[in-house]
């Protein structure tokens, strides 16, 4: 029982990430993005090989969409839904992402801000936020509380990273 889908793959840019050994290099996943997304879509579809799943390949892809936004000049965000491993994977991205800016910053910061940064999209920068569980209201203002607990927490996950 085979199942084939058809569509025209013109409106789409297609990046593909490679290992290289002694015998050459092997694809180890993909990832594309429409030529011109209305949505400002950065990526459409996203996928790691099983052999190299778990070795901070899908990551990369997902980093290197957000750094074209930036040489864009543009934010941007997946297509929606994500599959529930695209979200854990995309939420780690933008965790980490986010948590990186509001460390470097001393002084108060906006979202829109963050995403200037970032190029992650203003929507996935909130959502995030509330994932972590990190805003919080003082006086009427929605502030951003970063505990001990996720400092060390994003060291962790950072020093995987090295």
């Not at 594309?32 to 990369?60: D, F, H, V, W």
């Not at 607990?149 to 996950?157: C, N, P």
Request: one cysteine or more; aromatic letters at 12%; a neutral charge.
């Amino acid at each position: 029982d085979h199942t084939m889908l058809s569509f025209a793959s013109d409106p789409f840019l297609f990046y593909f990430g490679t290992e290289k050994d002694a015998a050459g290099c092997h694809l180890l996943g993909y990832f594309s993005k429409e030529k011109e997304s209305a949505e400002e879509y950065n990526g459409a579809c996203i996928l790691t090989l099983p052999c190299y799943q778990r070795m901070g390949y899908g990551r990369l892809l997902i980093e290197f969409s957000y750094e074209l936004s930036k040489v864009e000049g543009k934010t941007g965000s997946p297509e929606k839904p994500l599959s529930d491993l695209g979200l854990l994977s995309y939420r780690a991205y933008w965790s980490e992402t986010i948590i990186g800016v509001l460390r470097k910053k001393r002084e108060p910061i906006s979202v829109n801000e963050i995403a200037e940064i970032t190029s992650i999209k203003p929507d996935d920068i909130i959502s995030t936020l509330y994932h972590l569980n990190i805003v919080k209201y003082y006086k009427g203002l929605s502030c951003i509380v970063l505990t001990e607990e996720l400092l060390k927490s994003h060291d962790r996950a950072m020093g995987k990273r090295k």
